[in-house]
């Protein structure tokens, strides 16, 4: 007769986590850490995707604070699966938001339930397998751990070590945590009636009533991202083998010379007997490295973002325009690695000014030196540049956007 394997004899709900505020992770623009980008997706989605994708998933609930509906939902844009995706309201402790998310699978008919961190995006398969195994063979409640490593010290509040600690025995715990479904909702449920709302982990509940926990063995990469540097670290991780994606995008821009006293190009004043016409300081250098950038992610010229009819950028230090272009890159997960103008100008010399203009190129940009270069070349005596009617420039930005696996 063919045996089932033990795995498949479970139907499992998921209790995914996700309401903590990360405070240990520090404050950022994209809310909480389960919402922070690695390699370019929020935490939580890769968690998501991993169980979404395993067999044995067949109901899955994430747990979210009431503040973060639209960061949930701005998260989800990610996800390409149709699989439905239910919420429900988490408590202030993790306690209260893994029971909440256990009542809503009440009636859903889950034998089984994994609970799990949504700050745990590295888990694999596999794990999830041994769990199931554990399970199916008839375990009431199953603990992935790692045996710890480390020497373990025990120091005094300032800091002073007290005592070695011997590891012996010593599991560090990780999730998902996983249970036949009644029990463990009986379990907080009671923990819940008994005033307690500080139990940190779910097997610790369990423990408390005595119910016996196994241990099937962790992966050393399924780590809790709990402070800043672990969330660095796992972008570090993920963006390293996403393909890179390096844009450019050139400008070009036009000045008429009139009579004047002298012209400004990448920022810097040279005295001269002639001036660049404009609605700004007509800086035609920034002018056309401003499209080079915006031009590295669609965003449009210069005219979309500053229309010349707009009395506010009358004699308007270009330096507005470069930095705003700038700000739009970097808000779009560019990283700008070159920037290059060409000047075609029969007059004023640019040679001297040279350095002055990529210093100021790599002030506006915020990037090396190296990074900035500005040529210059006459156009020979031939054409409008070589008839001293106006100054040309032609600009090259090289920005390199966060990859695509
Ligand atoms: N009231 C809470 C507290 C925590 N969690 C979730 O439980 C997991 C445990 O991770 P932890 O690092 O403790 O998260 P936070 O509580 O957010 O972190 P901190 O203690 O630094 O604020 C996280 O996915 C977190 O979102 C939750 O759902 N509800
Ligand atoms: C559940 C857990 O991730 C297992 O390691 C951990 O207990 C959460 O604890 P924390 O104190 O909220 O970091």
Redesign the pocket.
Known sequence: MLQMPSKQLISAGIVIVAA?RGERAGSSKDGPKQYRPIGGTPVIVHTLENFMTWELATEIVVVIHPDDEALFAKALRHIISATPIQTVHGGPT?QQSVLAGLRYLKDKHVSHVLIH?AV?PFFDHALLDRIAESLGNGAAAVLPAMPVTDTLKRADGAGTVLTTVSREQLY????P?SFAFETILDAHEKAAASGRSDF???ASIAEWLGIPVTIVEGTGDNV?L?VKSDIVMADDKLSASLLPDVRTGNGYDVHQLEAGDGVTLCGVFIPHDQKLKGHSDADVALHALTDALLATCGAGDIGDHFPPSDPQWKGAASRIFIEHAARIVRERGGTIMNADVSLIAEAPKVGPHREAMRANLSEYLGIDLERCSVKATTNETIGFVGRREGIAAIATATVVYRGRK
């Open positions: 903590g993790r961190d745990r560090s715990a990780q999730t945590q940190t982990d779910d809790k709990t």
